[in-house]
């Protein structure tokens, strides 16, 4: 397998293929028709029904990274960073992330909830607080107080003072 399959094996398109190559975007377009007997768009069509976006949601709200999820399905990262701003609507593939992992962390403190509630072993949804939460066992107290400072005058005193 040479270096323009595994390059569609991952996902890229032809202009990110030529970049690599060094050469036009056409000569790749010719070699992926010639490779799958389809034009090009049916090529990339077939690509995009490969992401299963419910266990993309999975992957996210686990704590997995958009970088994380494009190795999983084995997509380039580049070409899986388009699709998912084009599938969630952003412009920002973190905001993905952040929205599926808020609700990851909100999925971990109700499962907290419920084994405090009950006689379960809740060590790692304890570990998971403390490490994706930030929660600790430490309690934190904090006291602020003002001081004033009263200013003393530690001058010599002048003749007429020495005279009172």
């Not at 090529?43 to 704590?63: C, H, P, Q, S, V």
Request: glycine share 8%; aromatic share 10%; proline share 1%.
């Amino acid at each position: 397998m040479d270096l323009v399959d595994r390059l569609l094996e991952q996902g890229a398109d032809a202009f990110q293929i030529a970049k690599v190559c060094g050469v036009h975007a056409d000569t790749i377009r010719n070699r992926i028709k010639s490779i799958h007997k389809k034009n090009f768009q049916d090529y990339r069509a077939e690509k995009l029904r490969k992401i299963d976006w419910n266990e993309f949601e999975k992957l996210m709200t686990a704590g997995s990274s958009v970088r994380e999820a494009s190795a999983f399905f084995g997509f380039n990262e580049g070409y899986f960073y388009a699709r998912v701003k084009e599938h969630y609507g952003v412009s920002k593939t973190s905001e993905v992330k952040e929205r599926f992992q808020a609700k990851g962390n909100a999925e971990i403190r109700l499962k907290q909830y419920e084994l405090g509630q009950g006689e379960k072993h809740p060590a790692m949804l304890i570990w998971l607080g403390k490490n994706r939460l930030g929660q600790s066992d430490k309690q934190e107290t904090k006291v602020e107080a003002q001081v004033g400072i009263q200013s003393i005058n530690f001058s010599k005193p002048t003749n007429s003072e020495e005279e009172e």
